[in-house]
């Protein structure tokens, strides 16, 4: 019940669903009952109220534990339910959940998410989805009311895989943002005139769309964390590891966050990166 999982909740509720929540921090999942929401003490309670069971957590030792720990979702679900892990966790983690699911008569699939704190709030999401097709369909109807890009991306893992390149991309074209946007002010020019312009050509991008006041104002409240990012990175160049794949400029903007949160700001928007090309201009160009 964070920031993206509680807007979800609510959209489900907002949409008619029965919807059961927990979350560690119990007065998380309290602030739904209002609308309509029951609370579980645990994670195996959800599972035994429930048919598909959605997890949003923050990464993989937290999925792991929920999906499979002592009093974790599959000691409480029913044969022939569905989970469906929504998180940024490890395409490794998103397989062997899933064969070890299956023995028990339990579907899953990975889907994670790309669109932030507004798309989660507006129910804009894109969703990658890895598992079984058959799971996939059972699950459109709910992948509907929190999204709109609704894409099955192949067999399990195949979602945490495609994640782990949504989050190279944004995390790069962030970096570049920022030079660009410290590189005109230096120079004299209006940073948001720079916005316009570069909305409105080649270099447009959902970044300038959704972070382009965060950028201006040096408001940094979180949509999505540096904190979070940063280990988003770390499982996209494990991936690359694994793969062979070199990630030479993703592995450069996850140190550039190592160093955010070295000055304390890993809870921090990663919009906030702006704040070290500055620093290393010796500007801040506020």
Known sequence: MGIMGAAMAGNFLKAGHELVVHNRTRTKAEQLIPYGALVADSPREVAEASDIIITMLPGPPEVEEV??????????????????????????LARELAS???????????????????????????IMVGG???????????????????VHVGGAGAGQVVKACNQIVVAIVIEAVAE???????????????????S??????????????KFLSHEF?????????????????????????TLPVAALVDQ??????????????????LTLIEEGSEDEAR
């Open 256 to 273: 550039m966050f190592g160093v955010l949160e070295a000055k304390g700001r890993g809870g921090w928007d990663h919009s906030a990166l």
């Open 180 to 198: 660009a946007l410290v590189l005109v002010t230096k120079a004299g020019g209006a940073p948001n005139r720079v916005v316009e312009v570069l």
């Open 67 to 92: 999906v499979a720990g002592e009093d974790g979702l599959l000691a409480g679900a029913r044969e022939g339910s569905l989970i469906i892990d929504m998180s940024t966790s490890s395409p490794v």
């Open 221 to 245: 409240t979180p949509g999505g964390k540096v904190e979070y990012h940063r280990k988003d990175l770390g499982i996209a160049l494990a991936a690359g590891r694994e793969y062979g794949v």
């Open 100 to 126: 070890t699911t299956r023995e028990w008569g339990v579907g899953m699939l990975d889907g994670p998410v790309s669109g932030g704190d507004v798309g989660a709030r507006d129910g804009t999401l894109s």
């Open 132 to 150: 079984e097709e058959d799971h996939f369909e059972r699950a459109r109807p709910l992948f509907e009311v929190m999204g709109e890009t609704l």
């Open 200 to 213: 409105g050509g080649l270099a447009a991008n959902k970044v300038l769309e959704v972070k382009g006041e």
